[in-house]
């Protein structure tokens, strides 16, 4: 008989996310996360165990030497085997280009909404660590691992969800209407399934809890334990979006002008501070696209 009892406290949109992600079959493609996440924070043996389950995974070893060997992540010198990736990049880095390499196995690579998907994600994450050295240091590796998560649903929603290709690029932004809309339509939105996904990942609570609140104008709704990591990732999407020239401004309405006060008291920065921080992170997008 199956047991009903761990959905019997679900809410509706809760049901309905945990429905999709076992019709994706994303979990079983992923089963490796999991894995790494439960050992990562060890100290003995770990490393051995992490390289050994890499080592196992032949396809994923072969993307593991592309992402390695990227701009993001690569060094001077090309690495060609696992070991060696973890001798240069270190073990934070390490694990965060495992991770970028099982979800790009397991989302796909091709055609324009993976493209773009990866384009933002791949900004994003980087440009969330940059934001963390500034405003919050010691919280950089989260800070990427944000950035790289929290719109994982998207893609998996474009496969499962019927017709959600036509919400998809607005998703990608920063605006309320992209889940509000997800929501009339389906049910659900894209941030609960990015959350659902960190969650049964084994990502740290504090990263999940911060994802479904990343297109609202406000903290207050998110845990307190997640409110720098979101307010770090709203303000990287809008300095990403003005970076990329998709937005000529940012924080100019009402209600991003209420949240950049916000942002600057969870920093404990004044606004002169954080536009501070914005004209910095410009100038290093720009230094990385001329070295492009």
Known sequence: MKNESSTV?????EQK???????????TRT????????????????????????????????????????????????????DEAYSRLGQTEFYHAVVTSVLRLALGETGPLCAGYWAHVDIVGRMNQLVAQHLAPGTEPTAF???????VGI?????????????AEDALGTGIDSTNNEAECYGYNHALVSMELARLWGFSPALASAI??????????A???????LANLMLTERIAGLCQGQVKA??????ERRLLREISVTFGVDENGINGVIAEIERLFLLRESAA
């Open 9 to 13: 406290n679900r809410s509706e949109a």
């Open 17 to 27: 996310v945990a429905d999709l992600v076992q019709r994706s079959g994303i979990l």
């Open 31 to 82: 089963a490796i996360l999991s894995s790494l996440n439960a050992k990562v924070d060890q100290v003995d043996g770990s490393l051995d165990e992490i390289i050994q389950q890499v080592q196992a995974d032949s396809e994923l070893v072969a993307k593991l030497m592309i992402v390695a060997n990227s701009a993001w992540f690569g060094t001077r010198t090309k690495v060609k085997k696992v």
């Open 145 to 151: 691992l944000l950035g790289l998560l929290h719109d």
């Open 155 to 167: 893609p998996i929603m474009s496969r499962w969800a019927v017709d959600y290709t036509y919400l």
């Open 212 to 221: 479904p609140f990343h297109h609202q104008y406000t903290l207050a709704n």
């Open 223 to 229: 845990p307190e334990e997640s409110r720098k990591l």
């Open 250 to 255: 940012i924080f100019a309405s009402d209600n």
